[in-house]
């Protein structure tokens, strides 16, 4: 039987069915409706946060963010190569010049030992990426852009539910992104929300998301269209109510991933961060040294009929289409490099059972 790499977490179907039946008798599909103002309300509890402005997708909720922050055209943003396409491609569609930042070993987030040789007087924001449900070092990104007057914009796709030091992840920077594609640990099937505690950006996000309507005859803004329907929010309002127990599920997954890979030469996981609660979002491994690669590893798995992921491959300062830019290039950034080509993240997700982990396992070890 084949193993997907992930596989969305949903309701059951008849949960689901009931949680929607009531959109046949309004006819209310989008355009804010009471799914989508239940869903955000009861964002802001889980993740105790002032703001959550919900977007059809997260690439346009971290577009919209950026731009919300009114940064000069043609300045530069410290960020990571070690990312998803849509947090570089966010930066370069808002007229802005990504600095690419290497990763530090460890969790393999921004290295922030090297953020401040990167800073110019072109510098006019940081958007670091949380990543595998790994935190950034927030304390010391926030020391950084205080002492510079920088904006900081995070990329929290991986980080949904994640907090450190019991301060929930949607919490630092001036706002962070969090992705609800289907394939995060919560899922609205398509979607994303900025969080953020300035009262000031609620209308300006509202506007950019819908059109810069603000009633029947009043315009007030240039915006576009990234509003989530109420189907999406209806699934979000499903998923939120198991949030808890599908963690605790994907934890169980981990630990014996863990328990099966731990202390075998040439392999590396990812140590637990001291402070932090996490998601269980992904289990990437490194293979160094090991006795297969890291492609031959996922060409066996693939026999197997098991889909694992080069994640992240390749890295985005090394894309065609930022050839041409003067910090592009995945050798400026060598430890981001060298884990992009050993890095390979393992199937998991919540309902992944024991015995699939040590198939799994088997194929990795034989």
């Known amino acids: 039987m084949s193993i997907n790499v992930t596989r969305s977490s949903m309701p059951s179907f008849e949960e689901y069915c009931e949680e929607i039946k009531e959109l046949w008798d309004s006819h209310w599909l989008t355009n804010m409706g009471a799914k989508h103002k239940q869903l955000q309300s009861e964002l802001e509890n889980y993740l105790n946060t002032p703001h959550a402005i919900l977007y059809t997708n997260g690439h346009l909720a971290l577009e919209n963010v950026i731009a919300a922050m009114d940064l ?3 300045g530069e943003v410290i960020t990571t190569p070690f990312t998803f396409a849509s947090t ?4 370069v569609r808002n007229g802005l010049v990504p600095v690419f930042c290497d990763v530090n070993d460890v969790d393999y987030t921004i290295d922030v030992n090297k953020i401040e040789e990167l800073i110019t007087d072109k510098t006019v924001a940081i958007v670091p990426v949380h990543v ?3 935190l950034c070092d927030v304390d010391a990104i926030k020391s950084i852009a205080d002492k510079y007057s920088l904006k900081v914009i995070y990329d929290a796709a991986h980080a949904f539910g994640v907090s450190y030091n019991g301060v929930n992840a949607a919490n630092f920077g001036d706002a962070s992104m969090f992705s609800f594609h289907a394939t995060k640990v919560f899922n609205t099937i398509e979607g994303g929300a900025i969080t953020f505690s300035d009262d000031a950006l609620v209308q300006l996000l509202n506007d950019m998301k819908n059109f810069g309507i603000r009633g029947q005859e009043e315009v007030a803004y240039i915006g576009g269209n990234a509003k989530m329907n109420e189907f999406q929010a209806a699934m979000g309002i499903c998923n939120l109510r198991h949030i808890d127990e599908e963690i605790a599920k994907r934890r169980a ?6 328990s099966r890979l731990s202390g075998i030469k040439g392999i590396k996981l990812c140590p637990e961060q001291e402070g932090v609660k996490s998601n269980y979002s992904y289990f990437p491994v490194i293979f160094d040294g090991y006795k297969y690669t890291r492609d031959e590893i996922f060409s066996m798995l693939a026999q ?3 889909t694992a992921r080069k994640y992240f491959y390749p890295l985005t300062n090394s894309f065609d289409c930022y050839k041409d830019f003067p910090t592009a290039g995945a050798e400026k950034t060598p430890v981001a490099q060298f884990l992009a080509n050993r890095v ?3 199937p998991l997700f919540a309902d992944l059972s024991l015995d699939d982990v040590d198939r799994i396992c088997n194929v990795i070890l034989k």
């Open 72 to 74: 000069p055209k043609g």
């Open 88 to 91: 570089t491609h966010a930066i």
């Open 132 to 134: 595998y449900g790994n």
């Open 253 to 258: 997954v981990v630990e014996r991933y863990r």
């Open 304 to 306: 197997e009929g098991i």
């Open 344 to 346: 390979l993240t393992l």
